[in-house]
């Protein structure tokens, strides 16, 4: 099963095919292995394969570039956070795409639920099945049931905004569970299939890595959604259409604290469990997340401090982003408001959105003190939880106080 003969297969031919590229053979040994103790004889392979490519033609040759990428990062030397979670071989929201407010929500939703049902699939066949992928130190029968109905909790809004999901059925949390997945397998196009496959190449074979990997792409998608949400909010202060950016920004503080149901699922990761997969995650940190230090910066630009801190150095094409003179909401809302007077409708969506950013940092301290203490590093060994409690701290709007509510993980 873990052979590398069909990659060699695939080698050996004289003009190989990226569209035909062994891409199941290949995740199923990183699933087997986990990607930190894949053998020599498979990136080797890979790196032949990836020698090929300027050889051949075609669309796919593009989407096997970034996955031979992902796949060797630890050999080349840049595993980090983007490559760890697959994101470049997502249909994470583009804020650069031209596409209208319902479409953009669409658009991620779709992603999250593709996500979380694949989440709820292999957590239903890793109760059932010794065969299951990620075999080791899988959660107790209670735990999972947990996991389950907090995964269900988490994908539901979308899926009824999908249509993909009907509430008039009394059904049982199985038999919802069950149908829930099946109604997103039946609309999964080729693209979604491969896409969820390659985006799976987890560091070891413990069972909670699938649900930590998977939560994380959510957030992802959510951050890239609510970074599209201030671009476009900041184009409507800057035409002078209040009253649309107050409804905009309102309705990305709803969609951040429907996310904050990913919180709860994230919870049941077993410490043992992540403790055991996390060594092999070093260079590999959420502070790398470009989405939502986009997020962050498009709310209000970062200080002289934060700036030239590990926070935006460790995404430096946002940084430059900022050094270049991006506009940030504060910044449009202090350019517009000298000739006229403050909305009171944008003002209270401004503080919405405030409580919710600082409810989701709150969140995200309280449950890495839960699972790595007080005063532990975090994933890749950055600053961790002590970089999380200075950053709970930052004002969301420069001239809008934050709101700081004692948000914690429900069970």
């Not at 990836?50 to 630890?74: C, E, H, I, M």
């Not at 060594?279 to 970062?302: F, N, V, W």
Request: proline residues 7%; glycine residues 4%; charged residues 20%.
């Amino acid at each position: 099963m873990t052979s590398a003969q069909p990659l060699h297969w695939w080698l050996a031919q004289r003009r190989p095919s990226a569209a035909r590229f062994p891409f199941d053979a290949v995740v199923t040994a990183y699933q087997h292995y986990g990607k930190h103790f894949v053998p020599d004889e498979w990136t080797q392979a890979l790196i032949a394969a990836r020698d090929r490519l300027p050889q051949l033609n075609g669309t796919s040759v593009t989407y096997l570039s970034a996955f031979l990428s992902g796949a060797l990062d630890k050999i080349d030397g840049t595993f980090d956070y983007r490559s760890y979670l697959g994101l470049a071989l997502l249909p994470i929201p583009d804020p650069n795409q031209a596409l209208g407010a319902a479409q953009q929500l669409a658009q991620r939703d779709r992603l999250h639920a593709i996500l979380l049902t694949d989440l709820i699939a292999f957590e239903l066949r890793a109760a059932h099945d010794d065969q299951a992928p990620l075999p080791q130190q899988r959660p107790t029968p209670p735990m999972a049931a947990k996991r389950l109905r907090h995964a269900l909790r988490a994908v539901m809004p979308a899926l009824r905004r999908l249509s993909f999901v009907d509430d008039s059925t009394d059904l049982s949390e199985i038999a919802l569970l069950r149908r829930v997945t099946a109604a997103v397998t039946v609309d999964l196009t080729a693209e979604d299939r491969r896409a969820l496959q390659v985006s799976m190449l987890p560091v070891h074979t413990v069972h909670d890595e699938w649900m930590f990997i998977r939560v994380l792409q959510a957030f992802e998608t959510t951050f890239a959604m609510l970074a599209t949400d201030l671009t476009e909010i900041i184009n409507a202060v800057q035409a002078g259409r209040m009253p649309l950016a107050a409804t905009r920004l309102s309705a990305a503080a709803s969609l951040l604290r429907e996310s904050a149901a990913l919180w709860p699922l994230l919870a049941t990761i077993q410490p043992a469990a992540f403790h055991a997969f996390r060594p092999y995650t070093d260079g590999a940190s959420a502070i790398q997340s470009r989405h939502y230090k986009m997020l962050e910066s498009l709310c209000r630009i970062p200080d002289g401090e934060r700036l030239n801190s590990p926070a935006y150095l460790s995404v430096p094409e946002v940084r430059t982003a900022i050094l270049q003179g991006q506009v940030s909401l504060d910044d449009a809302l202090a350019a517009a408001w000298q000739s006229a007077s403050t909305d009171p409708f944008l003002t209270a969506a401004m503080r919405e959105f405030s409580a919710a950013i600082t409810q989701w940092r709150q969140t995200h301290y309280r449950l890495a003190v839960r699972v790595l203490g007080p005063e532990r590093s975090g994933t890749g060994y950055t600053q961790g939880t002590p970089y999380l409690n200075n950053a709970r701290y930052e004002p969301v709007f420069r001239r809008h106080p934050s709101a700081d509510p004692d948000a914690g993980v429900d069970g």
